[in-house]
């Protein structure tokens, strides 16, 4: 399931996990990701995976953002 998703200046996605998996690449602005406890910041262009069940966040900078998230298998709280 491919989705797009826009996100608000200085947004925060509270530490949550799922059991699908999840990647994705950076469209527009910068984001702090947190997967199991690493801190990385990604911007324009970068790619992220995240695996089924890991603990991750994400905080997003003073400009507003936009990523392309990829799920496996299908999200149907999503449909």
Known sequence: M???VD???FAVL???SHYHEQAGIV???ELEFT???ETQLLQQ???YFIP???E???KVSSCPAKVLDVFHPVREDFK
């Open 35 to 37: 997967i199991a406890g």
């Open 52 to 54: 089924s069940n890991i």
């Open 56 to 58: 991750h966040s994400v």
């Open 27 to 29: 469209l527009e602005g």
């Open 45 to 47: 262009g970068d790619l």
């Open 2 to 4: 491919l989705v797009v």
């Open 7 to 9: 996100l608000e200046p």
């Open 14 to 16: 509270p530490s949550h």
